[in-house]
């Protein structure tokens, strides 16, 4: 998917062939095997990943995830669009990503933290705070980003917060990390709203994923008078066309870990969730959940991506057919939020210098704006889909920097 964009993106850019693999091609793909002693004696070998896309900037950033499907194809492409993600939100990163094929929900605490640590010890050779900066992202947390920080302080002989973002606030972490990507999924939101001329007040929403994004997307956009009428995590999914108890809902998956139990009256079939008629449809699980066959039944009017890669570019040929036209937010601006507040806690960590949630989110906002506006006159100026746009920019950027820096030696 993410080789395919890029194509179509240097089609209409007119970037040459022989520029195409520079700009392409990751610079560092790190593989690593993470032992570690299980809790029944047996030691157990798990297959970690990282992959840096591109230094031309500054460091490389990106998330961490530990998922039972992750592969060095899948972190490859989740650490491309971040370069594009980056570069469109104007931060001084290149793109990476990294990851372990395993299911954190079948490690107990111990061993979670036991191969936590081992990851991160094995990646040290490759990553730093001026090299590459690790971050939460699916099946790992704050905890998690503790453990990393502590790994990597222990090695260097002193306290190097700026290694890793995500962190809890009392090891250095920032106010407002934890809800900024879905923050920052919600006020996109908004701004398609008010781009389509849609009212908020009383207007609808599915989310699907329950997780970090999802259910903090969902508080935020149920402050702004949405109706949430459906959720869904990996365990249960549940709708309500009269709307859902939103705090009651994150209160028992932050309680129990997932949605399971919490109703049986409310219970929907979750393949069918996404086609029920809402306004913000709110993809904040995997990739790939939107297809071809999906996108010709949305009945939503925004498809606002809070997860990574949720729409194929099959799916995106269907929805930019359709009459009906459904406002992509795109995810490489959608989710941005994530990204732009760990780039605040970076700073933070490197001037020892706090600062207090409001301006967090102040700063937050005016990223967002500037990159929605960026991409809005840009996919009007030139005709193309906003995910098109989006990344159209992200990729100049790259490419700028590039050409002014030229290639040594
Ligand atoms: P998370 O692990 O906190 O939550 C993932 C959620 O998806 C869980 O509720 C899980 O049960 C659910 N899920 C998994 N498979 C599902 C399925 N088949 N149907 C429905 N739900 C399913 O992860 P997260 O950090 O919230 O990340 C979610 C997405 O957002 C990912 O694509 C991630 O790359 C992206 N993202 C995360 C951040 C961040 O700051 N955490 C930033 C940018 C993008």
Not at 155 to 184: F, L
Not at 313 to 322: F, G, H, N, S, Y
Request: include cysteine; charge should be negative; proline fraction near 5%.
């Amino acid at each position: 998917m993410a080789k395919r964009q890029f194509e179509d993106i240097a089609d209409h850019i007119g970037i040459p062939d022989s520029e195409r693999a520079r700009l392409l091609y990751p610079k560092r793909a790190i593989a690593v095997s993470c032992p570690i002693h299980r809790d029944d004696g047996t030691t157990e070998v798990f297959q970690g990943y990282r992959v840096q896309h591109h230094l031309s900037l500054g460091a490389t950033k990106g998330g961490v995830r530990f998922s039972p499907n992750v592969d060095v194809g899948e972190v490859a492409a989740l650490a491309i669009w971040m370069s594009w993600k980056c570069a469109l939100a104007g931060l001084p990163y290149g793109g990476a990503k990294g990851g372990v094929t395993v299911d954190p929900r079948t490690l107990s605490p111990r061993e979670l933290e036991a191969l936590s640590r081992r990851y991160m010890q094995e990646m040290i050779p490759f990553v730093g705070p001026h090299t590459d900066v690790m971050a939460p992202d699916v099946g790992t947390n704050e905890q998690v980003m503790a453990w990393f920080m502590d790994t990597y302080s222990i090695n260097c002989g002193h306290t190097v917060t700026e290694i890793v973002t995500g962190k809890p606030v009392s090891c250095g972490g920032t106010a407002g990390r934890r809800e900024a990507t879905g923050r920052g999924v919600t006020h996109t939101a908004m701004r398609a709203a008010e781009t389509i001329g849609l009212e908020v007040s009383g207007s609808t929403a599915i989310i699907q994923g329950f997780g970090n994004v999802g259910s903090v997307a969902a508080i935020e956009l149920a402050a702004r008078g949405v109706k949430i009428i459906g959720v869904s995590d990996h365990s249960a999914c549940y709708f309500d066309r009269n709307g859902l108890p939103v705090a009651e809902l994150e209160q028992y998956a932050a309680h129990h870990g997932c949605l399971s139990g919490f109703s049986t009256e409310l219970l929907e079939d979750p393949q069918e969730l996404p086609y029920h008629a809402c306004d913000f449809l709110v993809p904040a699980a995997m990739e790939r959940m939107i297809d071809a066959h999906a996108a010709r039944r949305l009945r939503c009017r925004i498809l606002a991506e809070g997860a990574n890669g949720p729409t194929t570019p099959e799916a995106d040929t269907v929805l930019a057919q359709r009459k009906d036209e459904i406002f992509v937010v795109p995810d490489i601006l959608c989710n941005a939020g994530g990204v732009v507040v760990s780039y605040f806690e970076w700073v933070q960590d490197l001037q020892k210098l706090f600062w207090e949630e409001e301006e967090v989110n102040t700063q937050l906002f005016r990223i967002m704006d500037r990159s929605f506006a960026q991409m809005l006159a840009r996919s009007r100026a030139d005709g193309i889909s906003n995910r098109l746009a989006a990344m159209a920019i992200g990729v100049e950027k790259v490419r700028q920097t590039k050409a002014a820096r030229g290639l040594f030696p």
